[in-house]
């Protein structure tokens, strides 16, 4: 038996080096496997060519068993991750998958709330990540890992010493380099299957208009002037934003999406503070773990809010608490008087 196994081998590889089609070389190897069988059942018992096959024809047929059960399995296989490709979403448009894509999102692509037509709508999004800081540096790498094929950045900073304690998507050799520039070479080494646009600059009124090249929009930036600007340019822009915020151990996010009847920040927080009176994290510290919480849970929201998978943060702020592991969710509502989303605007 394990002659005729040697002699397939042989003759696989031979049709290999001659360039045969694989499907060539599987129908030979089926019919000297069959012949084989035949000639094991019709020879009669120790005649030489039936020792030579190796004697007993149960062995024969375990082997086939296998042989089927193993090829039936390669073939289900094949036909599901087909299957997967082929399931897009209406929205889709654009892109297909390589097969190394498939592998590398196979994990999303078996969630039943994502799917392939979810993994298709990720490829197909184009997410702004304001501040590649503390709360953009997971946000930006879990945003490329689950595969969203636009990601934006924009940051006017350099990578410092002293961001490294907790923006942990820039490395020690990257000090000095633009921020936008240290993401960027993360993002790729992680996933070279999305597209990134770096834009070295400060969000401003000027630079806002960038938002309408976007689906969503992610603000991890690190002061109520940018906040508070994002968010009245995101509402005007139509573009739903995730904005999230922390401080010493304490962190909140929302989703604000005044466009379709969630309130926006200022509903929530109408009072911009005095300049100077809510410290930084640089004036008051932070946790070095507490952005990788929130800035995870802003990718959450995003690959719920992109695949509908899920309820997501629509009108609801979320506020954790790390010092005593508490979490508590807060529903919100639109007030009628918000200078940015309000009555007449
Ligand atoms: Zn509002």
Redesign the pocket.
Known sequence: MIGVLLFMAGLWALGAAFGTPRRSRFLAMAVLWGLAGVALAALSAGQPLRRILGDDVRVWAALTVLAALGLGYAWLLTRLKARAVTDQPKTATTGTFAPAELDRYARHILLREIGGPGQKALKNARVLVIGAGGLGSPALLYLAAAGVGCIGIMDADVVDASNLQRQIIHKDKGIGLAKVQSARDAILALNPYVTVRPYQRRFDADTATVLQDYDLVLDGSDNFDTRYLV?KMA?QAGVPLISAAITQWEGQISL?D?AHGT??????F?DRPAPGLVPTCAEAGVAAPLPGVIGAMMAMEAVKHITQAGLTLRGRLLIHDALYAETRVIEIT??SD?????VG?
């Open positions: 968010n509402a604000y005044p309130p926006c920040y200022e509903c929530i109408p639109q007030r918000c200078p940015v989303c309000g605007h």
